[in-house]
């Protein structure tokens, strides 16, 4: 995984609340066996209206997404994230996310920055207002500022998520982090045991 630190992006405004996995990455996207190419998927369905926002040009390459309330619903499904990744979001501002979907985007390095519904209103109108729009998220300090604003706005995170995401570590890493004390105690073993790396 990426260090992530800082993030100064354009934005799309999904203007709909409710959004599920499902929704996300449709079902028929999940009998592809590796973890990219996903970005082609998502909201497939929604994007066969010519009227959707991942359709109109003046939202492309942008990078965050503003989404209403309750984002991330519905089934514990990894692909959904993985889409919004690969399509090439690095950052997801709502209101609300649902528990295990939040937990997913932050493993892989996506963040689901939860900010208050009045201010995510205000962002997402102004984004639509104006879609060049620059929006600041800034993982160490827990601070999404949009300067055309004069909005800067706390968000929250763990620290041991905020230590996960601006060191670049994904659970693979934190394990490597530890590979002295693993060693150490695989070299204590009995040879009748089950040992790691043969």
Known sequence: ?????????RAVPLRRSDVDTDQIIPSDWLKRIERTGFGAGL??????????????????GAGILVAGPNFGTGSSREHAPWALED???????????ADIFRNNCLKIGLIPVTLGPATVERIMAAVEDDPTIEIVVDVPDLEV??????LEEPFFLD??????????LD????????????????????????RIGG
């Open 159 to 168: 620290d041991h998520h905020v230590h996960r995401l601006v060191n670049g």
């Open 145 to 150: 500022r949009v300067p055309s604003l004069d």
């Open 43 to 60: 909201f497939s369905e929604w994007r066969e209206d010519p009227d959707f926002v991942l359709n109109q040009p003046q939202y492309a």
């Open 171 to 194: 659970d693979i890493g934190i394990t490597e982090q530890h590979a002295d004390a693993i060693a150490a105690f695989e070299a204590t073993r009995p040879d009748f045991l089950p």
């Open 1 to 9: 995984m990426e260090a992530v630190t800082l993030i100064s992006e």
């Open 87 to 97: 399509y090439g979001f690095k950052a997801i501002i709502s209101s609300r996310f």
